[in-house]
Structures are given as C-alpha cells and as structure tokens.
C-alpha cells in the first residue's frame, strides 16, 4: 500500500478503539439502547433498538436471530448448507429446488449483476475459492497459477448463465459457482429491516462489518456514522444517515493477503479472474442494503474511467472512491452528505460527476 501512512494505522487504530468491525462505526449512539450481536457470515451483526419496550425489542431480536442463522446456513458459499449443494448442482449440470427466499436473492444477483456489466457477478465463486478466499482465515500459500487463472477465466462464469424458473434454478454453464458474499450482508440487513418494522420497531441501526443501515431518525438526530480511512484506521468523514438508508464500504483492508509487495484483495475483477487493484476502498449510499453492497463491490473492480457509468447503470449516486494513492473521489450527492470530523478531511476531495442518460443494461430473460 502506498500513499498516507501505512505505519500509523495500527497504532491509530488501537488508540481510536474502533470497537465494530468494517468501514464505519456509529458516532452517537444513545447510551443504553438494546442490543444485541449475531454472527452472520463471519462477520459479527450488531442490532440496536430504540424507543420500544426491552421485551419487545428482545422477541424482535429472537425473530432475527432465527433469520440470520437460516441465511448463515441458507447463503454460505463453504460450509454445508443449501448454496454448497445449489453449487454441487450446477457443477453436475443438474436443476436444483430452493426455497423462495434464496430464489429472489438470485434474481435480484442476476439483476444487479447487468446492471455492473458484470463486475459485480456472484457466480463467480470458483474464482474466489481459487485465490483462497473460501475460508474464514486469510490466505496462506501462493497465489494460482497462470494456467489455473486461464482456466477460471475460460469457463466464463456469470450470473446469466443461470435461469430461475420460480423456485427451480438451473445453469447452462457447469462452472459457475454462486458466492453471494458481495451482497449478501446488504441484503441480510434489508430483511431485518422488514423484520423490526413488522415487530413495530421504527428506531434501529444495524451494523455489520463494513455496512450500516438505519430505520428512523434516532429520535430527531440522525444516526450518525463515520466512514473508515483504510490507511489509518482514522476518519475520511462522518454521514448522518436518513431513515431506511444504508451505507456499504467494501475495500482492500479487510480480506487480503500481501505477497511480494503487492497487496491481492478479496474482491475478484470477473474480466481478470484476478484480485482488483488500485481501489483501497468504495462506499455507497443508497436506500437499499443488497444495493450498496453490490455497487460497493463492483466500483472497486471498475477502473477510473468506467466507475461513474456503472454507477449510473446500477442507480446509485452517492458514492466515495478511495484510491491506493491516498486520492478521494465522491459524486456531488455523496460530497454533500459528507461531514468533516477529526479536523477536516484526510486529503482534498475531488468531485466527479455521474453521466446522465446512460442505458441501463437489462438481464435476457431467465
Ligand atoms: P464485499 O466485501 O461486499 O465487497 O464482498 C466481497 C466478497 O464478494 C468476496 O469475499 C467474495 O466472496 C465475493 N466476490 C469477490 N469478487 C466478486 C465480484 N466481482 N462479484 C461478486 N462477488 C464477488
Ligand atoms: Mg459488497
């Protein structure tokens, strides 16, 4: 990592005692709220509640609990569970029943993925596995080979490859391999969100590594929330969050492995079959979890030129872009939301227009 100093970041990062996980932490939670904290896919997912009763709020939590461990094992790209077995399917060249939860998770993967020219593609899991990210530890070893990389990429694995005919899902392409890890989270937090509102609740914030999404307005201030400087561990900047919004930051600092000087992420450039590089980290606003999160993700793989595009394609307009050389990019929407903490911000922010008029990239039929 090159650019604002790499050396301070642990020392700033213990100092700060960023306690929550991922690329924000709320600033002004109220002292004691309820909470509670799951463990979704690897990662913890903390739940606060205001203005109702602790009972209450407690069998709202319980509702959500049952709900994050069915998706913990419904949605896991390696352990046992129902996309291991989707998985097995498609590899075999065999139809698989799932259940309606997991068969609109896949459209709307589908969906996202046309609208990001594929950038963001969940089928893309043997990649991912590939570059030995399908373990809760970081990788250890070497990277792939050439030969192993020309072959993940020979076998072109997208989501479009896959039909979803009510609750059966087949793939015309025996190498995909659904991971749903670049959405799953934002569409986890969608869900409790229609959780809590059906148990009544209209004052929350969840929180889960790297994505925080809010109902209500925190009792007339709004939750507020401050986005990670990765080089750090400081603040680029605080956003007062609206109600139903959620913000997503994916990046470079949380899942990699740093091997002869170059740093190789998580985050998979489809048109590569290689980890992006050159992005430290996106965050995206929008008013829906599974949004952000995708977006986030597929700006990271999109290159300087492309990224303001496929936002636009995939309609989200507040977005900041940290790239590896310190620099900072926001669109006009995501600059007006951003607030200066820390005594300003870590370095000047360029604002980078969204192109109107672009076409939006439509699914063929499946
Ligand atoms: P996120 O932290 O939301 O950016 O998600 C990253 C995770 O999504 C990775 O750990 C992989 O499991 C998966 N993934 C990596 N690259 C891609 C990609 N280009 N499209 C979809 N999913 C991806
Ligand atoms: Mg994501």
């Not at 046992?80 to 459209?107: H, M, R, T, Y």
Request: aromatic share 6%.
């Amino acid at each position: 990592m090159t650019g604002r100093s790499a050396l301070a970041r642990v020392a700033l990062g213990l100092a700060a005692g960023l306690a929550l996980a991922g690329g924000v932490r709320v600033l002004n939670a109220p002292a004691p709220a309820i909470s509670e904290t799951f463990y979704v896919f690897g990662t913890l997912l903390e739940v606060e509640t205001r203005g109702v009763p602790e009972a209450q709020a407690r069998d709202a939590m319980a509702v959500l609990g049952a709900h994050f461990r069915q998706m913990h094992r419904d949605w896991h790209a390696w352990a046992p569970g129902k996309l291991e077995s989707l998985n097995a399917a498609i590899a075999a060249g065999q139809p698989f029943e799932v259940d309606p939860g997991l068969a609109q998770l896949l459209a709307q993967g589908r969906d996202l993925a046309c609208r990001s020219d594929g950038l963001f593609d969940p089928a893309v899991g043997g990649m991912v596995e590939a570059w030995g990210f399908h373990a809760d530890t970081p990788p250890e070893g070497d990277p792939p080979s050439d030969a192993v990389v020309a072959k993940l990429l020979a076998g072109h694995p997208k989501m479009t490859d896959l039909t979803i005919e009510g609750t059966t899902v087949r793939s015309s392409n025996p190498a995909v391999q659904l991971d749903l890890g670049a959405y799953a989270k934002g569409a986890a937090l969608d869900l409790a969100e229609a959780d809590l509102t059906a148990a009544g609740i209209t004052d929350a914030v969840l929180n889960a590594g790297g994505g925080v999404q809010v109902l209500g307005d925190h009792g007339a201030r709004p939750w507020r929330v401050a986005i990670r400087d990765p080089f750090d561990w400081g603040v680029v900047a605080a956003v007062s969050l609206r109600p139903g919004e959620a913000l997503h930051t994916s990046g470079n600092y949380e899942r990699y492995f740093d091997k002869g000087g170059i740093r190789f992420s998580h985050i998979i450039d489809p048109r590569t079959a290689r980890p992006m590089r050159g992005v430290v980290s996106v965050s995206v606003l929008s008013d829906s979890g599974a949004l952000s999160d995708a977006a986030a993700t597929a700006l990271c793989v999109a290159g300087e030129e492309d990224w303001p595009r496929i936002a636009a394609q995939m309609g989200v307009s507040a977005v900041l872009r940290i790239t590896d050389d310190g620099s900072i990019f926001a669109t006009p929407e995501m600059r007006a939301r951003l607030e200066a903490v820390e005594g300003g911000f870590p370095a000047p922010i360029t604002v980078v227009d969204l192109p109107r008029d672009v076409a939006i990239p439509r699914c063929p039929e499946g």
